[in-house]
């Protein structure tokens, strides 16, 4: 016994060793600056390993979705690109084509050689740039192709094309031709030779905006290569995040959708229908994280994500029935994800059981803690999430050990005002953090070096929710509505029947 006190003495401790914030080093693993989570942390690194759906449950600010993104972080990046691709026998029933990663990759960078080198005017061959109409025939001016007549000279940069050849037309075809280049239909490309390492080879200039576009003859080959491919659109990109949050209960945020186009898949006027799909965040997350923050409040949409779980693909449609796009359906993309998925305890019962159901088959269901035991490495934790805190904001100086002992106070102030829990410090770090924000920007306007103790008090007085501030200014919430009303408010509600609102609600528990 002797000797385990010894060591416990004997221990060294953060608060105990720094000076300031500065000195604390956070952890590189994400999963390590999750602070008085240990179940659900070693839960999630399971399912990162597994590959298997978690459902986390616990108030805001107890870091639900932290844990999510940290989980992310420990996958495998993505292998598979996702690909809508143009079906000429049905247009609007365009199919699916899963690329691999590296094949995408390969192909990326054959495009961007097939694109060519981009060279200036002045660097092509002189009857190259006067064809393309880059150069002046008669200065040698330099100057954009969408300029009819020289800048310098004021002559016609086509002088010598029809005129001074001997041509009697010249005054008619070369005004012509002038009318037809302003209108961009000059030549925008000329093939040509030329010799390089002793070889004669096919090479073609291009217009390029203001620059030109070289093709030599491998680029040649690599485009007419990809121009015989089937046109088709990249959905989920190959290099991609591959965490995916949804907030919202939109069924086109959750599912994808077909955007309209007033004129469908007309060939000359609308846009192809396989251009028009986008994907939802299911196949988004595909190989990564689905995080879902607050599951209940998508209601009937969880069938849908209970089928996408149970057969990892899911129908791109229209959603819209008076859109174009309502009778476009892509089949069978994939969205093989991880769940993650997050609510309050009092919604717990708003998820479908079928759901649930198949989370606990294939993963696990964690209630987050609200509080941590008021120990000294639990003390260090919090002086850890300070400097998490303040990193992450960027914007406010570090802070001092005193200061940290006055947040640890106040965080044992909260575990036993929220939580009824002694000896105990809160997990409800969101709204601690806030703390240390407003502490940051009060040293900041002070033009403090550090967070002091003097600046985490008066944080904690600015920073108090605005039912606290009621309460201290009116005593209760309905007479400060009684007090803030206007004389024409007043008279337009009747004044018995407010007094007797005001008088029964005014009793109710949590007004006084």
Request: charged share 30%; net charge negative; proline share 5%.
């Amino acid at each position: 016994m002797a000797a385990g006190k010894d060591l416990q003495e004997n221990r060294s401790h953060i608060l105990t060793e720094i000076a300031t914030t500065q000195d604390i080093q956070i952890p590189q693993d994400p999963l390590e600056r999750v602070i008085g989570q240990e179940e659900a942390v070693s839960l999630a690194r399971v399912a990162a390993i597994q590959r298997r759906n978690l459902l986390l449950v616990g108030p805001p600010g107890v870091g639900k979705s932290m844990i999510a993104r940290a989980l992310a972080l420990h996958l495998p990046p993505p292998t598979q690109e996702l690909r809508v691709v143009h079906n000429p026998e049905n247009p609007e029933r365009p199919t699916v084509e899963i690329k691999r990663g590296e094949d995408a990759e390969t192909e990326r960078s054959t495009k961007e050689y097939a694109g060519g080198e981009i060279i200036d005017p002045a660097e092509a061959p002189i009857t190259v740039a006067e064809r393309l109409g880059y150069r002046c025939r008669s200065c040698g001016t330099y100057s954009s192709p969408r300029e009819i007549y020289c800048p310098k000279c004021q002559k016609s940069k086509m002088l010598g094309t029809f005129a001074g050849q001997g041509n009697p037309f010249s005054d008619i075809f070369g005004n012509l031709f002038e009318i037809t280049m302003g209108q961009g239909l000059g030549t925008d490309r000329v093939t040509t030779t030329r010799k390089r390492f002793d070889k004669e080879e096919v090479v073609v200039y291009e217009r390029f905006g203001d620059n030109i576009r070289v093709l030599d003859q491998k680029a040649l080959e690599k485009r007419r290569a990809i121009e015989k491919q089937s046109p088709h659109k990249v959905i989920v990109p190959y290099r991609r995040n591959n965490f995916v949050m949804v907030a919202g209960s939109s069924e086109t945020e959750l599912l994808g959708d077909v955007r309209h186009d007033p004129y469908g898949g007309h060939s000359q006027l609308g846009t192809q229908p396989y251009e028009r799909v986008i994907p939802g965040a299911v196949h988004e997350a595909h190989e990564g994280v689905l995080y879902i923050d607050e599951l209940p409040h998508l209601g009937e949409l969880q069938r849908y994500i209970l089928t996408a779980m149970q057969d990892k693909v899911f129908p791109i449609e229209g959603h819209n029935p008076q859109s174009a796009g309502a009778a476009v359906r892509v089949d069978s993309v994939p969205c093989d994800f991880i769940l993650v998925a997050s609510c309050n305890i009092q919604d717990l019962q708003q998820i479908i059981s079928p759901l649930r159901s198949r989370i606990v088959g294939s993963g696990y269901e964690v209630l987050l803690e609200t509080t941590m035991k008021d120990t000294e490495e639990n003390r260090d934790r919090i002086a850890q999430f300070v400097a998490q805190e303040i990193q992450k904001d960027g914007k406010i100086p570090h802070a001092t050990v005193e200061a940290l002992n006055e947040l640890i106070r106040e965080a044992s102030r909260r575990a036993k005002a929220i939580d009824g829990k002694d000896d105990a410090l809160t997990l409800r770090l969101r709204e601690l953090g806030g703390v240390v924000r407003a502490a940051g920007d009060s040293a900041v306007m002070e033009g403090s070096r550090f967070i002091e103790e003097r600046h985490i008090r008066q944080a904690l007085k600015r920073a108090r929710p605005v039912e606290e501030q009621i309460r201290d200014k009116y005593g209760y919430f309905y007479k400060a509505v009684n007090d803030e009303l206007t004389t024409a408010q007043r008279h337009a509600r009747s004044e018995y029947w407010y007094e007797n609102e005001v008088s029964q609600e005014g009793n109710k528990p949590g007004y006084g």
